[in-house]
């Protein structure tokens, strides 16, 4: 069985910053895709970014140049490191570890950017 534990959220103000943890244990198998999602109020869940294990990276438009996902494999960690935080960041942020077609989610950590 897989956990995901994610964390970092916390409450910054537009223009501020905030670095987001993502561990997984328990894997038998090598974690393959690691990735971030987030659900703002009554939005859909989107993809903000992700990363192979290999190290290709794809984001989100509207993070592109301001969000960085990182991963250390050998750790089964991942990280988002979130700069220029706008207001419409403001969402519930997961961690998603893939492995062997499977999808392994965190809980959850809460950014809430205000003015």
């Known amino acids: 069985q897989v956990q995901v534990v994610d964390s970092g959220g916390g409450l910054v103000q537009a223009g501020g910053s905030l670095r987001l943890s993502c561990v997984a244990s328990g894997p038998r198998f090598s974690i393959d895709g690691m990735g971030w999602y987030r659900q703002g109020p009554g939005k859909q869940r989107e993809l903000v970014a992700g990363?192979?294990?290999?190290?290709?990276?794809r984001y989100a438009e509207s993070v592109k140049g301001r969000f960085a996902i990182s991963r250390d494999n050998n750790k089964n960690t991942a990280y988002l490191q979130m700069n220029d935080l706008k207001l419409e960041d403001t969402a519930v942020y997961f961690c998603d570890a893939g492995v062997r077609g499977t999808d392994y989610w965190g809980q959850g950590t809460q950014v809430t950017v205000s003015s």
């Open positions: 990363m192979s294990r290999g190290g290709s990276t």
